[in-house]
């Protein structure tokens, strides 16, 4: 597992450090879901490999036709990688954790989603609806990476939240009873 995770790390820089002049500084990407339009800023210097890589999802159009598989009102929204009959889609590598880069899992914040090891996010991210210092990085562990925030449709977020929802799939819990859909993402410039 470390040697995986060293290669993991080191493809990850090296793809970064390649690409670090196409990371824009703030990207724009609009999220269209059953429930409205979610506009995000993506912070591409504090965050820039976690912004390359969903920026490279979201340009192949993976995002478009997943769902909000998980909503936990006063905690978040998470989606990006099940269809909506919550079949599992094939997940890249994962890439390094960037938790440690100052941006906090506030409110209207966008984070990575992750397994319980740090360096494990790949195409899962949730939307942080409170303040949830809990997924902040400590001085003895990991914490989740937040790469922007939410600048429009936080109301959208808060509906999507408050959706009914139960055991689904494999899911215990959390699973809105009517699928909450991602219908496309896109970037855009934001103010034309």
């Known amino acids: 597992m470390k040697t995986f995770l060293r290669l993991v790390l080191l493809a990850t820089f090296v793809v970064t450090a390649s690409a670090a002049e196409e990371i824009p500084a703030h990207p724009h990407v609009k999220i269209e879901t059953t ?3 979610i506009v995000l800023e993506l912070d591409g210097r504090r965050a820039p490999i976690t912004v390359y890589r969903f920026l490279q999802l979201v340009d192949s159009g993976y995002y478009d036709g997943t769902v909000f598989h998980r909503v936990i009102p006063g905690f978040m929204a998470q989606g990006g990688g099940f269809t909506p009959s919550l079949t599992k889609k094939e997940a890249p590598e994962p890439i390094a954790n960037e938790s440690g880069n100052g ?4 409110r209207g914040t966008i984070a990575m989603a992750r397994l319980g090891e740090p360096h494990t996010a790949s195409n899962q991210f949730f939307i942080n609806v409170a303040d949830n210092k809990s997924l902040n990085p ?3 562990r990991w914490g989740y990476a937040v790469f922007g925030e939410v600048i429009e449709g936080m109301d959208v977020v808060n509906k999507i939240v408050k959706v009914k929802t139960g055991p689904a799939g494999q899911f215990p819990s959390d699973v809105p009873v009517v699928p909450v859909v991602i219908e496309k993402m896109s970037r855009f410039r934001y103010g034309e």
């Open 138 to 140: 400590q001085r003895d």
């Open 35 to 37: 429930e409205g339009v």
């Open 103 to 106: 941006l906090q899992n506030k």
